[in-house]
């Protein structure tokens, strides 16, 4: 079993940035690939960014490519979304998430284990 739980949500003007943390605890020797999923009042879970166990291969959503960037500090068990350029369609609870299954997972039903979110709300 893994554990994660996110940190560094909060109240930011559009144009402002913000960096989430990811800290893993429990089973944290296995390699894991981690994914950071949002999801906004009334609409479903979507995908973010992923990053592979190694941090060598990164992936992210077309609506935040150029603004978001993921990476991973394997010494920390901790993953990171540095999110620069807030929009107010930003706005939403982040997720991270973790699986044992090798590259980037773009799916939400790939993954194992999830936190408890945190919010992110953009102002215009």
């Known amino acids: 079993q893994v554990q994660l739980v996110e940190s560094g949500g909060g109240l930011v003007q559009a144009g402002g940035s913000l960096r989430l943390s990811c800290a893993a605890s429990g089973r944290t020797g296995s390699r894991y690939a981690m994914g950071w999923f949002r999801q906004a009042p009334g609409k479903e879970r979507e995908f973010v960014a992923a990053i592979s166990w190694s941090g060598g291969n990164t992936g992210q959503a077309d609506s935040v490519k150029g603004r978001f960037t993921i990476s991973r500090d394997n010494a920390k068990n901790t993953v990171y979304l540095q999110m620069n350029s807030l929009k107010p369609e930003d706005t939403a609870v982040y997720y991270c998430?973790?699986?044992?299954?090798?590259?980037?997972?773009?799916?939400?039903?790939?993954?194992?284990?999830w936190g408890q979110g945190t919010q992110v709300t953009v102002s215009s």
């Open positions: 998430a973790a699986t044992q299954d090798y590259g980037l997972h773009r799916t939400s039903y790939e993954y194992d284990y």
